[in-house]
């Protein structure tokens, strides 16, 4: 299920379904709200947006009321939620997952929406997108880049080869396809054992991790977490992001010690993830995975 395109002059919602927005960070979220009007479009913020109640976040009814009332609402086209966090997952219960089916529109974010893309995706069918939120994509400093990677993808519809804006590398050759499901790999991990997580079978994965806050040890457990639970005896092909550690440890150097023994093809970019430049990344499309040429083609439409 695809949602309609956005078009200059639409309503984007904007939502904090994860970590509240702080007072020192304020300038960031009008920032971002300042982006997307001078991109043409319409801002409605959540009512819900800028609460604090628990004194670390909204309470999870009240993010969840915002996200119900901003795909209820016919006015918003899209919605944006304006950063991470660490605790989405409390609202999954409260997902209002019928009114999603029955009004589809583009939803997106990173980091600990993640949770929610893909929970989105697996409940309803509806394909979800991973790429910059208000306030640390497009309310701190930001490339062109990340503003053409969300017009191309968002506004124009734009499929085919993703866009290369760092050097891509080939980790392990091969060529696959099949549907693109993940995101943030402690952040997925948090569907782990509920019925929110999507089916790995034939899917291409893709994953990133936060270099400031997650060890190399972290991704490794976070990895064996995947491979005991026979995710990559499922998987077709996997597409890993950014991620530069002080320890220089590289990302793809840990994932072949969890996955050295499968023989699935294996792609690296800096395209994604947190602190670097991100390209718009529709989960729950066709995608074809072309480790060898270091290539990822977007095979079905993500908007009409």
């Known amino acids: 299920m695809i949602s309609k395109r956005l078009h200059l002059g639409d309503t984007i919602g ?29 801002v409605k913020v959540g009512k819900n947006a800028l609460s604090n109640t ?37 609202i999954l219960p409260l997902i209002d997952f019928n009114l999603i089916k029955n009004n589809p529109k583009i939803f997106l974010g990173i980091s600990d929406i993640t949770v929610l893309l893909n929970a989105i995706y697996h409940k309803t069918g509806l394909v ?30 734009k499929i085919g080869e993703v866009k290369h804006n760092s050097a891509w590398k080939c980790i392990r050759e091969g060529i696959a396809e099949g549907i693109l499901i993940g995101g943030n790999l ?49 998987i077709k092909g996997l597409w890993i992001g950014h991620y530069h550690h002080q320890s220089k440890i590289l990302y793809e150097e840990i994932v072949m010690n969890v996955v050295k023994d499968y023989d699935f093809p294996i792609i690296k970019c800096d395209d ?11 989960l729950g499309v066709k995608i074809r995975l072309d480790a060898t040429n270091t290539k990822i083609v977007i095979l079905s439409s993500c908007v009409k």
Not at 17 to 37: C, E, W, Y
Request: aromatic content about 10%; hydrophobic content about 35%; proline content about 4%.
């Open 128 to 157: 979800t997108f991973h790429g910059n939120d208000l306030m640390w994509g497009f309310g701190t400093e930001h490339t062109d880049y990340d503003e053409q990677e969300f017009k191309d993808r968002l506004i124009g519809g």
């Open 186 to 234: 402690n952040c997925l991990n948090k569907l782990v054992g509920t019925e929110y997580l999507p089916d790995f079978k034939s899917k291409i994965l893709f994953l990133e991790s936060f270099d400031q806050f997650v060890s190399p040890e972290m991704v490794e457990a976070e990895l064996s977490r995947l491979k005991q639970m026979g995710v990559f005896d499922k």
């Open 54 to 90: 628990l004194k670390y976040s909204a309470t999870p009814q009240e993010k969840a009321d915002d996200l119900n009332s901003m795909f209820a609402d016919s006015e918003v086209k899209a919605i944006i939620c304006s950063q991470g966090g660490d605790n989405s997952n409390s």
């Open 272 to 282: 994604f993830g947190h602190n670097t430049p991100n390209t718009t990344i529709p």
């Open 14 to 42: 904007v939502i904090s379904p994860s970590g509240a927005v702080a007072k020192k960070t304020m300038p960031q979220f009008n920032r971002g709200i300042d982006l997307l009007k001078k991109f043409g479009f319409k």
